[in-house]
């Protein structure tokens, strides 16, 4: 939730606004959902191996129902778990949970399997 979207909260909310007048401090933000495996694995990668991660697809192999591709991991992370983003993300609604119930965590093999071309392993770090 932004800022101004905290004041709008905060003015149209009684309690909000008497809690800011005692405490100077705007409405707290909802807690977020916790993120699919594939956002957990590229919020572990830093920005220059988000980088190397090119051509992205994310589909059915990594979690999300259909199939998009990300010119690279920065833009697939910026979908699938948006840092200004309140509770919902864009990616929520195309996201599998069966898939996250019955895998395990996605590994960095299966990420760059759905790259092309896959960028070799050694420019990573280990995990």
């Not at 008497?18 to 916790?34: A, D, I, N």
């Not at 697809?57 to 840092?83: C, E, H, I, S």
């Not at 019955?102 to 093999?109: D, F, T, V």
């Not at 760059?112 to 990573?124: G, V």
Request: proline share 10%; glycine share 4%; charged share 20%.
């Amino acid at each position: 939730m932004s800022e101004s979207s905290r004041i709008k909260e905060m003015l149209r909310s009684p309690k909000a606004m008497l809690q800011f007048q005692l405490t100077g401090q705007l409405p707290s933000l909802p807690p977020r959902e916790k993120p699919s495996p594939l956002a957990a694995l590229l919020l572990s990668l830093s920005q220059r191996e988000l980088l190397l991660v090119r051509n992205l697809m994310v589909g059915p192999d990594l979690g999300y129902q259909g199939q998009r591709t990300f010119a690279n991991g920065a833009q697939a992370l910026n979908w699938v778990y948006t840092k200004h983003a309140s509770q919902h993300t864009p990616a929520d609604s195309w996201r599998n949970r069966r898939f996250e119930q019955l895998s395990k965590p996605i590994s960095l093999e299966q990420l760059l399997k759905q790259c092309s071309p896959p960028p070799p392993l050694d420019q990573f770090r280990k995990r």
